[in-house]
């Protein structure tokens, strides 16, 4: 799941209009709309925290890093989440970028 579609789903479930959480995080109900359709996908490491501290969650749910249902699995994704979390916007786009390149790729070969 997208990092846009965790932040509607996150906002719905807590009955939170657009304009509360942009108010919440300091950004417009523009950029929030972009966020959540995934018009922004570089979605800052500040907003990604202040999203996740509006509910209570970690950086690496809204980062789509809490997938595996096998524990150690599971530290792993979050180790190498929080890694991502902490680069430089510059770098995120990149490992991110490389991530979505492979997975496009693994998709093509089944």
């Not at 997938?67 to 991110?96: F, G, S, W």
């Given at each position: 799941?997208?990092?846009?579609?965790?932040?509607?789903?996150?906002?719905?479930?807590?009955?939170?209009?657009?304009?509360?959480?942009?108010?919440?995080?300091?950004?417009?109900?523009?950029?929030?709309?972009?966020?959540?359709?995934?018009i922004?996908?570089?979605?800052?490491?500040?907003?990604?925290?202040?999203?996740?501290?509006?509910?209570?969650?970690?950086?690496?749910?809204?980062?789509?890093?809490?997938?595996?249902?096998?524990?150690?699995?599971?530290?792993?994704?979050?180790?190498?989440?929080?890694?991502?979390?902490?680069?430089?916007?510059?770098?995120?786009?990149?490992?991110?970028?490389m991530?979505?390149?492979?997975?496009?790729?693994?998709?093509?070969?089944?």
């Amino acid at each position: 799941m997208s990092k846009g579609k965790v932040i509607r789903k996150l906002r719905e479930a807590a009955n939170m209009s657009q304009v509360e959480l942009a108010e919440r995080i300091h950004v417009s109900k523009q950029t929030l709309y972009k966020y959540e359709n995934d018009i922004i996908t570089n979605i800052p490491s500040d907003k990604i925290e202040a999203i996740a501290t509006v509910f209570g969650t970690e950086p690496g749910v809204i980062m789509g890093c809490n997938v595996a249902d096998d524990a150690a699995q599971r530290n792993r994704l979050m180790a190498y989440c929080e890694k991502l979390y902490r680069l430089t916007p510059e770098h995120q786009i990149a490992v991110t970028s490389m991530i979505d390149f492979l997975t496009a790729e693994e998709e093509k070969d089944k």
